[in-house]
């Protein structure tokens, strides 16, 4: 209890300095509104998440629902603190409710060749997942930043909890259009699922207009369980 308070009251401090800074950021559209709808076998499940971010910080809150999982909300926040010119601290923190506790931190080190390394726990209690990698888990990657803009990453999300090797190897684009972007991400699993031991291709597409976005992705064995998915978002900036 002691340390769901302590997680708690540091959520609330961050959602109360990103009020205070928020006519700051309204000019640059701070809130973001998107929709979400997952297609399975046999049903389709929705999620809806607004999120506020200005000054490295964000805040987000959202709720998912479909008739097998249920409905889960939950509530998060996540900054980035910079040492210096190479070095960027990125900590998170998530409830939800059914008790789920959970956490990361990521650490970048370089400047336009860059690596990365991350860490996730949860309190293991029940949680939809809405990407494609374990929240249990080890993150190390590489990526560049080209001068016009164009990004490129490699890296691998992989359990290091539940001993299922499960494995996310990604590779990752973000391509700039005058003032919207395009990003690109493949991703290769591996490891243990519902279904058994599996491998398999997914992938996403986003595009960002100045205030509209829309992303299409298709998760084999999503979330590691029995069935595919696929999932089509759309949302707004304001």
């Known amino acids: 209890m002691k340390q769901r308070?302590?997680?708690?009251?540091?959520?609330?401090?961050?959602?109360?300095?990103?009020?205070?800074?928020?006519?700051?950021a309204s000019a640059s559209l701070p809130w973001k509104l998107t929709v979400g709808e997952y297609?399975?076998?046999?049903?389709?499940?929705?999620?809806?998440?607004?999120?506020?971010?200005?000054?490295?910080?964000?805040?987000?809150?959202?709720?998912y629902s479909d008739k097998v999982f249920g409905t889960q909300a939950r509530i998060g926040s996540d900054t980035s603190v910079n040492f210096g010119e190479y070095l960027q601290l990125q900590p998170s923190l998530q409830l939800a409710t059914e008790g789920f506790v959970g956490g990361s931190i990521n650490l970048q080190v370089g400047g336009a060749w860059y690596t990365f390394v991350g860490f996730g726990r949860t309190d293991a209690r029940p949680y939809f997942n809405?990407?494609?990698?374990?929240?249990?888990?080890?993150?190390?990657?590489?990526?560049h930043r080209a001068p016009d803009g164009t990004t490129y990453a490699a890296f691998v999300v992989a359990d290091d909890r539940f001993h299922t090797g499960q494995r996310d190897w990604h590779l990752n684009a973000q391509i700039p259009f005058g003032s919207s972007h395009a990003t690109l991400d493949l991703v290769y699993k591996t490891g243990l699922s519902e279904a058994g031991p599996i491998s398999a291709w997914g992938?996403?597409?986003?595009?960002?207009?100045?205030?509209?976005?829309?992303?299409?992705?298709?998760?084999?064995?999503?979330?590691?369980?029995?069935?595919?998915?696929?999932?089509?978002?759309?949302?707004?900036?304001?």
């Open 203 to 238: 992938f996403s597409v986003n595009y960002e207009w100045p205030r509209w976005f829309l992303r299409v992705a298709y998760d084999p064995y999503q979330n590691f369980s029995d069935q595919d998915a696929w999932r089509l978002v759309s949302g707004v900036r304001f």
């Open 5 to 24: 308070l302590a997680i708690a009251a540091v959520l609330a401090a961050t959602l109360s300095a990103a009020a205070a800074r928020s006519q700051d």
């Open 130 to 143: 809405l990407n494609f990698d374990p929240n249990d888990s080890l993150t190390f990657g590489a990526g």
């Open 39 to 63: 297609f399975y076998d046999s049903y389709q499940g929705n999620d809806v998440n607004l999120r506020w971010r200005a000054g490295g910080n964000d805040a987000w809150l959202g709720v």
